[in-house]
């Protein structure tokens, strides 16, 4: 199968050798990347993924009596909008392939820098500007900011599937399929059957981001598959498709059922709004 994708895709002038599908290898992560909301522990994706701004914006909505407000009033719809808003300046600021650029994870998901924003948020003006903050200063390492790359900003997807399931024994599964664009690049590659991806189009085409492209480095992703337990047990496994609403619609929804105490048909079904 390599062979025959190689020999069709270097005809049309692809820089992809045979040596490239040989080297490249599936990553695995023990644990996850983990955080809170009010007592509930979430197991997100790692890394390049979307995982650490559903968390960075659930860290932010911690610090506010989001179940005292009525759901999808005009005051809690500002509050959203203004800690989504601070998570995406963040990520067009600093997400990229950790392997190759430095990327402060750890502040990023950190409790002490999302109570230092909750400080900043005006709940009654909408900002001119927003600017990223420095989550740096909270890494748990020694590590040092690199210097300041422009802010990058990524392309939409449209054509994701996501499926969630759980058995009776608590075993959870939150995954996802995408093609990037409908039909991937819209060319399948020989007789082969397999449809190429454009999933190259969420780097940042601009040199010197983070999120930059780059030989084997990996574009960042809005994926957000999560895991939700209650006291230990599973409890919610949860993704969504949708390019870049994927974040903001799976943060909406854990919400839904954690502070407004919906079930999780109702969760999904309620109207949701997405900003950047």
Not at 82 to 101: L, S
Not at 110 to 139: C, H, T
Not at 233 to 251: D, H, L, M
Request: aromatic share 8%.
């Amino acid at each position: 199968v390599a062979e025959a994708m190689i020999a069709d895709i270097q005809a049309r002038g692809s820089l992809v050798s045979l040596e490239d599908l040989a080297s490249y290898q599936t990553k695995h992560y023990d644990g996850g990347l983990r955080g809170s909301y009010r007592g509930y522990e979430l197991v997100c994706m790692p890394e390049v993924f979307g995982g650490i701004q559903v968390l960075q914006t659930l860290n932010l909505l911690e610090g506010f009596a989001v179940p005292a407000m009525s759901h999808n009033s005009s005051k809690y719809l500002h509050l959203l909008a203004e800690c989504f808003r601070r998570a995406w300046v963040d990520r067009f600021r600093y997400m990229g392939d950790p392997e190759f650029e430095d990327v402060p994870i750890q502040g990023l998901i950190s409790k002490a820098y999302a109570a230092e924003m909750q400080g900043q948020l005006n709940l009654d003006v909408v900002p001119d500007e927003i600017r990223p903050g420095d989550p740096w200063r909270f890494q748990d390492d020694d590590r040092t900011p690199p210097e300041s790359p422009p802010r990058g900003v990524e392309k939409d997807s449209q054509n994701t599937t996501h499926l969630c399931t759980m058995d009776r024994h608590g075993n959870m599964v939150s995954m996802v399929q995408t093609l990037g664009g409908a039909f991937g690049a819209y060319a399948m590659s020989g007789n082969t059957g397999i449809i190429l991806r454009n999933y190259t189009n969420l780097f940042n085409p601009e040199p010197g981001t983070s999120n930059s492209i780059g030989p084997w480095k990996r574009p960042s992703s809005h994926d957000s598959l999560t895991l939700v337990f209650k006291e230990g047990e599973p409890f919610i496994t949860i993704g969504a498709p949708g390019g870049r609403r994927v974040i903001t619609s799976v943060v909406q929804a854990l919400v839904n059922v954690i502070d407004f105490g919906m079930d999780i048909q109702d969760a999904i079904a309620s109207p949701r709004i997405h900003i950047e």
